[in-house]
Protein backbone atom coordinates (compact mmCIF):
# COMPACT_ATOMS: atom_id res chain seq x y z
CA UNK A 1 0.00 0.00 0.00
CA UNK A 2 1.40 3.24 -1.04
CA UNK A 3 0.22 6.92 -0.45
CA UNK A 4 1.70 9.91 -1.58
CA UNK A 5 2.75 12.22 0.58
CA UNK A 6 2.83 16.62 0.44
CA UNK A 7 4.30 18.70 3.11
CA UNK A 8 1.65 19.72 5.69
CA UNK A 9 -0.23 23.33 5.74
CA UNK A 10 2.49 25.76 8.05
CA UNK A 11 4.98 23.01 8.40
CA UNK A 12 8.09 24.70 9.35
CA UNK A 13 10.48 25.83 6.36
CA UNK A 14 13.69 27.25 8.38
CA UNK A 15 16.11 26.42 11.82
CA UNK A 16 14.10 28.80 13.36
CA UNK A 17 10.41 27.76 12.97
CA UNK A 18 11.33 24.37 13.64
CA UNK A 19 13.07 25.12 16.83
CA UNK A 20 10.54 27.28 17.98
CA UNK A 21 8.10 23.56 17.15
CA UNK A 22 10.17 21.53 19.20
CA UNK A 23 9.59 23.93 22.37
CA UNK A 24 6.18 24.22 21.66
CA UNK A 25 5.76 20.53 21.47
CA UNK A 26 8.27 18.97 23.96
CA UNK A 27 6.80 19.57 26.88
CA UNK A 28 3.55 16.97 25.96
CA UNK A 29 6.02 13.87 25.95
CA UNK A 30 4.76 11.50 28.56
CA UNK A 31 7.34 10.15 30.69
CA UNK A 32 5.37 8.43 33.08
CA UNK A 33 3.70 5.57 31.56
CA UNK A 34 5.73 1.80 30.89
CA UNK A 35 4.52 1.30 27.86
CA UNK A 36 2.85 -2.15 26.51
CA UNK A 37 4.68 -5.18 27.72
CA UNK A 38 7.47 -6.75 25.60
CA UNK A 39 5.55 -9.48 23.46
CA UNK A 40 2.22 -8.21 23.80
CA UNK A 41 0.07 -6.73 20.83
CA UNK A 42 1.82 -5.59 17.70
CA UNK A 43 5.25 -3.30 16.88
CA UNK A 44 5.62 -0.91 14.40
CA UNK A 45 9.01 -0.18 12.56
CA UNK A 46 9.32 2.63 10.57
CA UNK A 47 12.07 4.28 8.50
CA UNK A 48 12.84 6.45 5.22
CA UNK A 49 15.12 6.58 2.36
CA UNK A 50 16.24 9.29 0.11
CA UNK A 51 16.51 10.13 -3.56
CA UNK A 52 18.81 13.53 -3.26
CA UNK A 53 18.84 13.74 -6.60
CA UNK A 54 14.94 14.28 -7.20
CA UNK A 55 14.33 15.55 -3.73
CA UNK A 56 12.31 12.45 -2.63
CA UNK A 57 11.60 10.53 0.41
CA UNK A 58 10.00 7.20 1.03
CA UNK A 59 8.96 5.79 4.08
CA UNK A 60 7.33 2.57 5.57
CA UNK A 61 5.70 1.41 8.16
CA UNK A 62 5.70 -2.00 8.86
CA UNK A 63 3.74 -3.57 11.54
CA UNK A 64 4.76 -7.15 13.30
CA UNK A 65 2.96 -9.58 15.70
CA UNK A 66 4.75 -8.77 18.83
CA UNK A 67 5.38 -12.74 20.09
CA UNK A 68 6.12 -13.79 17.09
CA UNK A 69 7.66 -11.38 15.14
CA UNK A 70 5.81 -12.10 11.63
CA UNK A 71 4.73 -9.28 9.77
CA UNK A 72 0.87 -8.18 10.02
CA UNK A 73 0.88 -5.36 7.51
CA UNK A 74 3.11 -2.53 5.51
CA UNK A 75 2.76 0.20 4.05
CA UNK A 76 4.98 2.90 2.11
CA UNK A 77 4.43 6.32 1.39
CA UNK A 78 6.68 8.92 -0.64
CA UNK A 79 6.81 12.53 -1.40
CA UNK A 80 9.04 15.34 -1.33
CA UNK A 81 11.94 15.62 1.45
CA UNK A 82 9.65 18.90 4.03
CA UNK A 83 12.87 20.34 5.38
CA UNK A 84 16.59 20.84 4.66
CA UNK A 85 19.38 18.61 6.71
CA UNK A 86 20.33 20.28 9.32
CA UNK A 87 21.15 18.24 12.53
CA UNK A 88 19.15 17.73 15.11
CA UNK A 89 16.11 18.44 12.90
CA UNK A 90 15.94 15.54 10.81
CA UNK A 91 12.23 15.00 12.37
CA UNK A 92 10.94 17.72 9.61
CA UNK A 93 12.75 15.99 6.79
CA UNK A 94 10.81 12.70 7.96
CA UNK A 95 7.95 12.76 9.74
CA UNK A 96 5.15 14.23 6.92
CA UNK A 97 6.22 10.89 4.82
CA UNK A 98 6.06 8.33 7.87
CA UNK A 99 2.86 10.19 8.94
CA UNK A 100 1.26 9.08 5.45
CA UNK A 101 2.74 5.08 5.98
CA UNK A 102 1.25 4.94 9.09
CA UNK A 103 -2.01 6.52 8.17
CA UNK A 104 -2.54 3.89 5.09
CA UNK A 105 -2.51 1.27 8.24
CA UNK A 106 -5.36 -0.63 8.92
CA UNK A 107 -4.13 -2.20 11.82
CA UNK A 108 -3.03 -0.59 14.91
CA UNK A 109 0.38 -0.15 15.13
CA UNK A 110 0.76 -0.77 19.12
CA UNK A 111 4.38 0.28 20.16
CA UNK A 112 6.42 2.44 17.39
CA UNK A 113 9.98 1.99 16.74
CA UNK A 114 11.75 4.99 15.11
CA UNK A 115 15.24 4.28 13.66
CA UNK A 116 16.54 7.54 15.73
CA UNK A 117 16.64 9.15 18.99
CA UNK A 118 13.85 10.36 21.45
CA UNK A 119 14.79 12.02 24.67
CA UNK A 120 18.30 11.33 23.90
CA UNK A 121 18.60 14.69 21.57
CA UNK A 122 19.94 18.10 22.77
CA UNK A 123 16.73 19.46 22.70
CA UNK A 124 15.30 16.40 24.36
CA UNK A 125 13.01 15.85 21.31
CA UNK A 126 14.29 13.79 18.52
CA UNK A 127 12.20 11.98 15.92
CA UNK A 128 10.59 9.87 18.25
CA UNK A 129 9.01 12.24 20.83
CA UNK A 130 7.81 14.01 18.19
CA UNK A 131 6.21 11.54 16.46
CA UNK A 132 4.73 9.91 19.80
CA UNK A 133 3.47 13.81 20.48
CA UNK A 134 2.37 14.25 17.54
CA UNK A 135 0.00 10.51 16.78
CA UNK A 136 -0.26 9.83 20.18
CA UNK A 137 1.34 6.14 20.17
CA UNK A 138 3.79 4.77 22.36
CA UNK A 139 7.05 5.12 20.84
CA UNK A 140 11.00 4.58 21.39
CA UNK A 141 14.29 5.09 19.34
CA UNK A 142 16.69 2.68 18.37
CA UNK A 143 19.33 4.04 17.12
CA UNK A 144 22.69 2.86 14.82
CA UNK A 145 25.48 5.20 15.97
CA UNK A 146 25.72 7.66 19.04
CA UNK A 147 24.69 11.31 18.61
CA UNK A 148 25.20 13.57 21.09
CA UNK A 149 26.32 11.78 24.19
CA UNK A 150 28.75 9.92 25.80
CA UNK A 151 28.39 6.51 27.96
CA UNK A 152 30.80 3.78 29.65
CA UNK A 153 31.77 0.46 29.65
CA UNK A 154 29.77 -1.85 28.64
CA UNK A 155 29.97 -5.79 29.04
CA UNK A 156 30.13 -8.07 26.00
CA UNK A 157 27.08 -9.60 26.45
CA UNK A 158 24.16 -9.11 25.25
CA UNK A 159 21.60 -7.50 27.21
CA UNK A 160 24.97 -5.47 28.76
CA UNK A 161 23.89 -1.97 28.66
CA UNK A 162 25.45 1.69 29.99
CA UNK A 163 24.08 5.11 30.20
CA UNK A 164 24.04 7.68 27.35
CA UNK A 165 24.51 10.75 30.19
CA UNK A 166 24.03 14.50 29.55
CA UNK A 167 25.74 15.80 32.52
CA UNK A 168 24.16 13.54 35.74
CA UNK A 169 21.06 12.91 33.60
CA UNK A 170 20.44 9.46 32.04
CA UNK A 171 18.74 10.02 28.67
CA UNK A 172 18.98 6.75 27.20
CA UNK A 173 21.17 3.61 27.11
CA UNK A 174 23.45 1.87 24.80
CA UNK A 175 22.44 -1.68 24.81
CA UNK A 176 24.51 -4.69 23.70
CA UNK A 177 21.87 -7.16 21.31
CA UNK A 178 24.60 -9.25 20.38
CA UNK A 179 27.83 -10.62 22.46
CA UNK A 180 30.79 -9.19 20.95
CA UNK A 181 29.00 -6.73 18.74
CA UNK A 182 28.62 -3.14 19.17
CA UNK A 183 25.76 -1.50 20.99
CA UNK A 184 22.51 0.16 19.46
CA UNK A 185 21.35 3.50 21.27
CA UNK A 186 17.63 3.29 23.08
CA UNK A 187 16.17 5.93 23.74
CA UNK A 188 12.97 6.95 25.10
CA UNK A 189 10.08 8.68 22.74
CA UNK A 190 6.49 8.99 24.47
CA UNK A 191 4.36 7.14 26.70
CA UNK A 192 7.13 4.05 27.58
CA UNK A 193 9.55 3.65 29.73
CA UNK A 194 13.11 2.86 29.40
CA UNK A 195 13.53 -0.03 31.15
CA UNK A 196 10.85 -0.90 28.81
CA UNK A 197 12.27 0.56 25.55
CA UNK A 198 15.11 -1.46 26.25
CA UNK A 199 13.49 -4.79 26.73
CA UNK A 200 11.38 -4.74 23.49
CA UNK A 201 14.97 -3.75 21.73
CA UNK A 202 16.18 -6.81 23.09
CA UNK A 203 12.71 -8.91 22.79
CA UNK A 204 12.87 -7.51 18.93
CA UNK A 205 16.91 -8.82 17.98
CA UNK A 206 16.55 -12.52 18.38
CA UNK A 207 19.27 -12.92 15.41
CA UNK A 208 20.83 -9.09 14.52
CA UNK A 209 22.19 -6.70 16.16
CA UNK A 210 19.07 -4.21 15.00
CA UNK A 211 15.52 -4.79 15.68
CA UNK A 212 13.48 -6.88 13.39
CA UNK A 213 11.12 -3.62 12.81
CA UNK A 214 14.40 -1.18 11.23
CA UNK A 215 15.12 -4.44 9.66
CA UNK A 216 12.16 -4.98 7.80
CA UNK A 217 11.40 -0.87 7.57
CA UNK A 218 14.75 -0.02 6.30
CA UNK A 219 14.42 -2.65 3.35
CA UNK A 220 10.48 -2.16 2.11
CA UNK A 221 11.49 1.90 2.49
CA UNK A 222 14.43 0.93 -0.05
CA UNK A 223 12.40 -0.90 -2.25
CA UNK A 224 9.57 1.70 -2.63
CA UNK A 225 12.43 4.33 -3.47
CA UNK A 226 13.51 2.05 -6.14
CA UNK A 227 10.13 1.33 -7.48
CA UNK A 228 9.28 4.87 -7.57
CA UNK A 229 12.85 5.77 -9.56
CA UNK A 230 12.03 3.19 -11.49
CA UNK A 231 9.01 3.88 -13.24
CA UNK A 232 8.48 5.88 -16.36
Not at 129 to 135: A, E, M
Request: glycine residues 12%.
Amino acid sequence: MRTITGVPAGWPVDEEAARAVQDALRGRVVRDESGPAPGSGTVTGIDVAYDDARDLVAAAAVVLDAATLDVVEEATAVGRVAFPYVPGLLAFREIPAVLGALEALRTDPGLVVCDGYGLAHPRRFGLASHLGVLTGLPTMGVAKNPFAFEHGALGAGRGSAAALLDGDEEVGRALRTRTGVKPVYVSVGHRISLAGACAHTLALTPAYRLPETTRRADRLCRDALLDLTAGP
